[in-house]
């Protein structure tokens, strides 16, 4: 039976800084008759992910922002429902840039993938399997290039993209030193995901930390934060580093540029290389990294973690809630469609 009502989470007020709850509303609309060329998906997992405070200022970055009134653009991941496409069939798991809402009718050009490991959560799709992932793989692969004995260094080191990160360079064969905040997810990037050597950036002695897990230097520097925190690595870096630069999480609102120290002198002097990395510029080759991916999850040599919220309910505050700090894992928002 085709559902008749939508609930999806809109954007109401644009927020400065990071996004809260009340910038967001849940409201319920009909859902359109599906024409020929379209598909409707029911949504299963919604994504949260630190690209979603840049998608919602007002000054855009790599993509459009968010209107006022429109649903807040995300990824998804669910089962087509019902279909009027040719190339989707009901019965399907997709992936793709669906929206927070429970129901997509789309025409197909949002879905990133069709989902076919059978054998693994769907909700892998939006981590691991999915844009955390893939920018893991290709970020060091293709960016950092690392070599076995390189010392890789990561900060948010227990985050989704991070944790995959520093599991990569160790099955690439390097030393991996996680960057993270607090005892808690230090303990984590040890224990779970097997970093060498884990520092506190929130600990006074996070500059003397840092130099006693790297006393030969860093070759690649996996960046999600800039600031203070990659202020600090810089100084490390090595003869022909590479540094990575993924997220800016230190940076509070990008209507004002953000200032600080200059590291031009340590560029050049190492002779470093510095990159900055976007996933769609890697769509092409999305599958080559999901197979790898999997392949690694099968085996064990790759774990991933996911913290769960459920309901949609649970949306509009969930960016906040990662921006804290609070998850342990890739954060998701499970939706429950038991009712229907």
């Known amino acids: 039976m085709i559902p008749q ?4 989470v809109i954007l109401i007020q644009r927020p400065v800084g990071i996004p809260q709850a009340s910038h967001f509303e849940i409201v319920e609309s009909p859902i359109p008759e599906l024409h020929s060329g379209q598909l409707l998906v029911r949504n299963e997992f919604l994504s949260v992910e630190p690209a ?29 429902i019902a279909s009027k496409h040719p190339l989707y069939a009901e019965g399907d798991r997709v992936m793709g840039m669906l929206g927070w809402q ?35 793989y290709f970020a060091l692969t293709e960016i950092g290039q690392p070599r076995p004995g390189d010392t890789v260094v990561v900060s948010t080191a227990a985050g989704a993209v991070g944790s995959a990160v520093g599991q990569l360079a160790r099955i690439a064969g390097c030393r991996t030193v996680g960057i ?44 999600n934060t800039a600031g203070y925190i990659s202020d600090v690595v810089v100084r490390r870096i090595n003869k022909r580093a590479r540094i990575i630069c993924c997220g800016t999480a230190s940076v509070a609102n990008w209507d004002d540029w953000p200032s600080g120290p200059r590291i031009e002198r340590h560029l050049l002097n190492k002779a470093a290389r510095m990159e900055g990395f976007l996933i769609w510029d890697y769509e092409h080759r999305y599958e080559e990294a999901v197979t790898r991916l999997a392949a690694w999850l099968r085996s064990g040599q790759l774990i991933h973690s996911e913290e769960i919220l459920e309901g949609i309910e649970q949306a509009p505050g969930a960016i906040a809630t990662l921006y804290r700090g609070e998850n342990r894992g890739k954060l998701i928002v499970r939706l429950d469609h038991s009712a229907e």
């Open 5 to 8: 009502r939508n609930r999806r």
């Open 52 to 80: 979603m405070r840049g998608w919602l200022n007002a000054t855009a970055n790599y993509a459009d922002p968010v209107a006022i009134g429109d649903t807040m653009r995300s990824f998804a991941a669910g089962t087509v």
């Open 102 to 136: 429970e129901y997509a009718v789309t025409d197909g050009k949002p879905i990133r993938r069709k989902v076919l490991e059978a054998d693994l959560p769907l909700s892998y799709s939006l981590g691991i399997l999915g844009i955390n992932g893939v920018t893991a």
């Open 180 to 223: 993270t905040g607090g005892a808690t997810k230090q303990q984590l990037c040890l224990e779970k995901f097997g970093f060498d050597a884990a520092v506190d950036y929130k600990s006074a002695s996070f500059e003397t930390d840092l130099a006693a897990a790297t006393p030969n230097g860093v070759d690649i520097y996996h960046d």
